[in-house]
């Protein structure tokens, strides 16, 4: 039975009855929190939103929102929320992921969601650790990270994964933060109105496992000197008006404003410009600011949209469809 909204939703109207089990703390709760309040402002029946997770503990997501969800298996959260976009291209489709669920065993699943541009969204929680399994190094944890799988630190040089989505030709790429709440309202709507593949990376905090991780990105003493904000059309500058982001032939290069140099020198942001976004991307040196907000976005036909037109040119040429003809193929014969 389709339910009938209400004029408007509020928050409470997403909440579920489950009791919410993540570790006090977790940066979990407030994108919960964020989600909660961005849905009822879309305009979207609540029958008509589904959540798709995978493995891990920001897979837990669909028992807390009043929505119709699904706790996939393993790195497999893409393909079902796939199939379910194809079988109802009408669906408001979220896929919650984290870094070990979406970039290890669930990364070529991931990869072709991208480069196909289902009109779904996809959220990335990164906390650069393995939460659930209780704190082994994880795909995106630096190296020589010391956990409990990497007692002398890990070797593997890790995944950067708005690179990685850049890569794989995704629509929609941005990034931002669980402690930031109304930046990360600001990227959930901006995702949901993209049509095509969204992928946002979240910074999460597991404050039992990797605690601080993230700290100077939004510490309040800090983040103004280390983070970049995105802003269409603006030039890109940070530290509280500081410093800035200029281009030297390829090359981003930090400038001090009160030395000479001027706005009109600097790199203004296009999120249109695919070279531009995957140099942003790649600002993880130690003295260049984090890119946070949106890095890349294009407008291109949806993998549902083409599968569509696809259908409707093979009835023009085909005909009406005939099970029983199908099941008969054009060649039988009859076994004595």
Known sequence: MTETPPTTYKAKDFSS???????PGCGDYSILS????????????????????????????????NTYGMHSIHGRAPAVATGLKMANPDLS???????????SIGGNHLAHLLRRNVDVNVLLFNNEIYGLTKGQYSPTSEQGKYTKSSPLGSLDHPFNPLSFALGSDASFVARTLDRDPTHLRE??????QHRGTSFVEVYQNCNVFNDGAFQIFTDKKQKAAHTLSLLPGEPLVFDEGRKGLKINGLKPEIVDLA????????????????TKAYLLSRLFGEDEPR????????????YEQAAQNQLEKAREVIGPPDLDSLLRGKHSWTVS
């Open 93 to 103: 489709i979220w896929v919650i992921t984290g870094d070990g669920d979406g970039l």
């Open 34 to 65: 964020q989600m909660q309040k961005v849905l009822p402002e879309l305009g979207i029946a609540r029958e008509n939103i589904v959540f798709v997770s995978g493995i891990g503990c920001s897979s837990r997501f669909p028992y807390y929102m």
């Open 259 to 274: 030395e000479g140099n001027s706005l009109n020198d600097l790199w203004i942001h296009d999120p249109e410009d695919p």
């Open 291 to 302: 890119a946070l907000g949106l890095i890349y976005q294009e407008e291109r036909f949806t």
């Open 187 to 192: 990227v959930l709507q901006a995702a949901e």
């Open 17 to 23: 009855d489950q009791e919410v089990k993540w570790c």
